[in-house]
DNA sequence: CGGCTTGGCTTACTAAGTAATCCTAGGGAT
DNA sequence: ATCCCTAGGATTACTTAGTAAGCCAAGCCG
């Protein structure tokens, strides 16, 4: 019998799939489980193969951070910049959120590649068509990626996510004893836990705070 | 003759000396030269020495982001909440860039530390009694830290940070065949070259920004 | 004075990144 | 059709890193 080829051929292993499944991989398993020899595995090939692909580690790294830059939704152009800058923001951090690895590589990718280059060039465009000038445009631009990226930080770094939560853990960190050290984190904890707390409302403050006051300082 | 102790004794090495010999490692050679081992040559010693004092590499990583947090400025009580609050942020942003990799280390640490819950409670503590809501408080001290902790990775991902320097890394990125893709960051990086730019610029401008529509919106 | 505790050392195992080299099937060019 | 090249994957093995297990000396206490 002509050996048909077994199940899945396997489709020929590009630089982008595995880029795709290492984001998947880290989406699972969390950053540290990203290993070459696991994402050859999920790959069905072995870890050296993979180097026939990228470089090194650092390449796969710095290329799913470009994935998940490429999923944030930009505005198209001719969007009124408050809700194109809103929409964005929260895309923004909803991607980075569901890729909570990401932001902590940021900072450390060695190039910038032509997905985030796009990323910035089509911000920038949208707000200089709807007046801003050159400085503030960057202006905007650079408060707002910070407010994103820094709650994401916070976000991640938070144990807990909502009042909720917020109980069980904040019991175990705050009554473990030195509660009378920190007498403004009980405060903050017990109001917590009367009214509905929850790090959506902290993005939603900030964004409509900063989205307000470039729209009276910076569209001069 | 009595063996004389030669030249140091060593002295008898703390959890506190490891995690600030650990600082100094890595604000020297980088985050990734931070191995046990080097770390125990650093403090003339072994390795598996280090065991003795802290239970895993984690719990160092966790240690030295708390070292660096305990290195910001914090406001004394009295203080305006405005030039409080200012002072903060900018030490906060000075020790973090000092420190490039502890930005990275922020999100993944595992549980917070007395230093960090100690720098939150100040600023609480700082804004209430300056008149702040809880909900406020919160608010503005999210706000800011999301400010400063955006600041800081931006600045750290950017592989130029003054217009200076931007002329040669601009020219590789930008120039390099695709310049039409990206119309916006080719007229940002023309204004750059004559105008004086530097990510210090964008600190002050969304500082100022973020305090003084918190001054309008959030002191009720 | 003898055992215990404290803090450092030695050895050794496992996991991870990756260099070097080999193997094989498919695809042209002759 | 044949031959050879090449692209893409496999094998092997080396290095570095984290850390488990157990050894040992020095001081301290009873």
Chains 1, 2 share one sequence.
């Not at 959120?97 to 949208?126: C, F, K, Q």
């Not at 019991?171 to 509660?179: K, N, P, V």
């Amino acid at each position: 019998m002509t050996p048909v080829k077994d199940s899945s051929p396997r489709p020929p292993l590009t630089r982008e799939r595995v880029f795709q499944a290492a984001v998947e991989l880290a989406d699972r398993d969390g950053l540290g489980a990203l290993t070459m020899r696991r994402l050859g595995a999920e790959l069905g090939v072995e870890a050296m193969s993979l180097y026939k692909h990228v470089t090194n580690k650092e390449e796969i790294l710095d290329g799913i951070v470009e994935v998940v830059i490429g999923e944030i939704e930009t505005p198209r152009e001719g969007a009124d910049w408050k809700e194109a800058m809103r929409l964005r923001a929260m895309s923004a951090r909803e991607v980075l959120s569901r890729h909570s690895w990401a932001i902590g590589r940021l900072e450390a990718r060695g190039s910038t590649g032509p997905v985030a280059l796009r990323y910035v060039d089509s911000i920038l465009g949208n707000l200089r068509s709807a007046g801003f000038s050159i400085e503030n445009a960057v202006h905007a631009f650079w408060l707002l990626d910070s407010f994103v990226y820094g709650q994401v930080i916070q976000e991640t770094s938070l144990p807990i996510s909502s009042s909720k939560e917020m109980t069980e853990s904040a019991r175990s960190t705050l009554e473990q004893g030195a509660a009378d050290d920190y007498p403004h984190l009980v405060e903050i904890g017990q109001h917590a836990l009367k009214s509905e707390y929850s790090v959506d409302k902290e993005f939603e403050f900030g964004l409509d705070l900063i989205l307000e006051a470039l729209d009276q300082n910076a569209m001069s």
